[in-house]
């Protein structure tokens, strides 16, 4: 790792102020990219501004079905967050699968969506429950915040929140992780609201994060797994690499958007 | 430089360090504590897992300077009064290391994941659940044994004592 120098931040207003004052300055949350990055010297930055002791930042809110995720709260946190599980149990379920137990306990929802890496999990969740990006200035849509790979709307110095969202009726994750890293190589999340569907896919997008919008309208019109028999998904802009072809990861988000209905299907009304 | 204050297995330690020292590195170097261990250097191997305010985190992903003001437990604070933890005496019960390695890392990590589980564990949740930590010599069976077994007499220890 080369030289970098360390700044812990006790507010967001501090926070901002480091960073304004560095040359050339990352902010750190749980630190499970950043770190491994800067460790192979792909990344390096002059300054670390440390947002994971900001009190503000930490925890889960849940009001009525109106919930807001603090920017630094752990994976583990929100995974075994019983209220939030009673509500939206495909986001602690999301959460309780995210790499390894060490990593869950570090990682943080904030920083999984500034880093936005395309085979990331949260982002499809935000998007298929029409999540908002909260900042230190302003709020964001999440269909506006995910821009491609790794690229959001975020400012170089702009320090996400909290994410809030509306409980969908119901919704489920489903993804095919990679065996070795775990990162997700297609993971469709599903959100039912009334009659509105959406469906969101991770992992396999050329830019990242995706709405599939044929899948949706199928299932607003039946929702059941059958519904996406006749589903051909298109592998023009879906990511090729030695881990999959497009068509592979084309046949994949079929396979796990029925799974994700097929999860919402089997459990309890 | 940073100031790095740890409470290390129940000792208060003060020390100094670059800002992008590892925590792996300050308690190995600065501490002497070389019972933890860095394996992969990328973050994969959970040779390096230590627990820090109670859970496990992988001490080669995370600054000194991070962890400053927070309470670690190594593989050297795991045991008491030199007997040795129902985890590590299952280990060793039930053949689960060859090389020993990867062993300070997959015992701190079946530390925690025993503690978050009290009402007991099956192998399915124990494979799972080790997916961090790698095992180049045993192929995981006889750890996934010892982990279990382990589980279970802390289990009723617990019940015992309540």
């Known amino acids: 790792m080369y030289e970098t120098q360390y700044h812990r931040a006790t507010s967001v207003e501090g ?3 480091q960073m304004g004052e560095a040359e050339d300055g990352k902010y750190l949350a749980g630190g499970m990219t950043l770190i491994p990055t800067m460790k192979q010297r792909l990344a390096s930055p002059s300054d670390l501004v440390d947002l994971r002791r900001i009190e503000a930042l930490k925890g889960v809110k849940i009001t009525g079905r109106t919930v807001r995720i603090g920017a630094v709260t752990s994976h583990y946190d929100v995974s075994t967050n ?3 599980a009673k509500i939206c149990p495909a986001i602690t ?3 309780g699968h995210i790499g390894d137990p060490q990593v869950r306990n570090m990682g943080t929802i904030g920083g999984s969506i500034a880093n936005n890496d395309p085979a990331a999990d949260y982002p499809s969740a935000l998007l298929a429950l029409d999540a908002t990006i909260v900042t230190n200035r302003r709020s964001i849509a999440a269909a506006d915040y995910f821009i491609g790979l790794f690229e959001t709307a975020l400012e170089p ?9 509306t409980a969908p009726d119901r919704a489920a994750y489903k993804k095919f992780p990679n065996p070795a890293s775990l990162y997700a190589m297609a993971g469709v ?3 039912k609201s009334g009659d509105t569907v959406r469906v969101a ?3 396999a997008g050329e830019n990242g994060v995706f709405r599939l919008e044929d899948a949706e ?3 607003a019109a039946d929702f059941h797994a059958s519904a996406l028999d006749n589903l051909t998904v298109d592998p023009n802009g879906l990511l090729s690499d030695l881990h999959a072809s497009a068509e592979y990861r084309a046949n994949l988000v079929k396979v796990m958007a029925k799974r994700a209905v097929a999860e919402i299907a089997s459990r309890p009304m | 430089m940073a100031k790095v204050e740890l409470v290390v297995n129940g000792r208060a330690v003060k020390g100094e360090a670059e800002d992008r020292t590892l925590l792996v590195h300050f308690l190995r170097e600065n501490l002497g504590l070389t019972g933890t261990h860095v394996g992969c250097d990328t973050s994969q191997c959970g040779t390096c897992i230590v627990h820090v305010d109670g859970r496990a985190v992988k001490s080669c992903t995370m600054l000194a300077a991070q962890a400053s003001g927070s309470t ?3 593989i050297e604070g795991l045991g008491l009064n030199g007997e040795l933890h129902p985890l590590q005496a299952a280990f060793r019960e039930h053949h689960a290391l060859q090389c020993g390695f990867c062993t300070p890392g997959m015992l701190m990590s079946s530390a925690d994941l025993i503690r978050r589980h009290p009402d007991g564990l099956d192998e399915a949740t124990v494979r799972l659940e080790l997916e961090g930590n790698i095992c180049r010599c045993t192929g995981y069976h006889n750890i996934v044994k010892a982990v279990l077994d382990a589980s279970e007499k802390m289990g009723k220890g617990a019940e015992k004592a309540a």
């Open chain 1, 189 to 191: 999340f599903v959100a």
């Open chain 1, 157 to 165: 110095d702009e320090i996400i929140t909290a994410v809030e969202f």
């Open chain 1, 217 to 219: 309208t199928a299932l």
């Open chain 1, 93 to 95: 379920s999301l959460a």
């Open chain 1, 82 to 84: 019983v209220e939030l």
């Open chain 1, 201 to 203: 896919v991770t992992g």
């Open chain 2, 72 to 74: 670690v437990t190594t």
């Open chain 1, 15 to 17: 926070a901002a102020r």
